[in-house]
């Protein structure tokens, strides 16, 4: 894999607003940190390593769901290097429910299990993620993607990174998908046809995630 340009963009910034030598000043309003991973991986040295929390909103389709627009979802994750190579430390998601048009469903975006935000000239970044199904009567194991079989987002850029702030750093970029597969629910009990019907599930091409996120980053 090459080296990630968009993490040397990051560390030549980082560079200029010396994050790596002291604590950033006070955060963004929209940027707490309070996410970041307290511990990293065994033998990390924290002033070659860095928190980076993500604010997004953006658009999602699928199946039969026409084009849903997202409330804020935020992604917290630590990166650097360990023994000379790139590492990371997932910290937590964060993200608002949004309404299924046409019923009384809401679907809530999850952590499935695995992330990888180095970028190459293929692709910003991975992420397995999963989509919890709420309303009445369902029960609370009711998603689409699980831990075994998750919806995997693989992102590429659509619009250059552009730093917002340095102090602290905060940079904004848009990326997305169109290459994604959505499985059919689990987990949902009787309801599981209804929701599969609805949806257009499961889903093997035609659907769409677009984020337009701003990333504050924080040295340790």
């Not at 992102?155 to 597969?181: G, H, M, W, Y």
Request: hydrophobic share 40%; proline share 8%.
């Amino acid at each position: 894999m090459k080296p990630s340009r968009l993490a040397a963009t990051f560390a030549a910034a980082t560079a200029l607003v010396g994050l790596a030598a002291a604590p950033a000043a006070a955060s963004p309003p929209e940027f707490s940190f309070a996410d970041c991973p307290t511990v990293l991986p065994a033998g990390a040295d924290p002033t070659k390593w860095r928190c980076e929390e993500m604010a997004a909103t953006g658009t999602i389709e699928f199946g039969t769901l026409p084009t849903v627009h997202l409330p804020m979802l935020r992604m917290t994750f630590a990166e650097g290097t360990l023994d000379g190579r790139f590492a990371q430390t997932f910290g937590a998601l964060r993200a608002e429910p949004v309404r299924i048009p046409r019923s009384h469903l809401s679907m809530e975006f999850q952590y499935g299990g695995f992330s990888d935000f180095q970028s190459n000239d293929q692709r910003m970044g991975e992420v397995h993620l999963k989509l919890a199904v709420k309303g009445f009567g369902l029960p609370s194991t009711c998603t689409i993607g699980t831990d075994a079989e998750p919806i995997r987002f693989v992102v590429k850029r659509q619009t250059p990174t552009e730093v917002v702030s340095t102090n602290p750093l905060v940079v904004r970029f848009s990326v997305t998908d169109t290459a994604f597969t959505v499985p059919r629910s689990s987990g949902c009990g009787p309801f599981s046809r209804m929701i599969d019907t609805r949806l257009g599930l499961p889903s093997a091409e035609g659907n769409s995630l677009v984020l337009h996120n701003r990333v504050g980053i924080r040295g340790y």
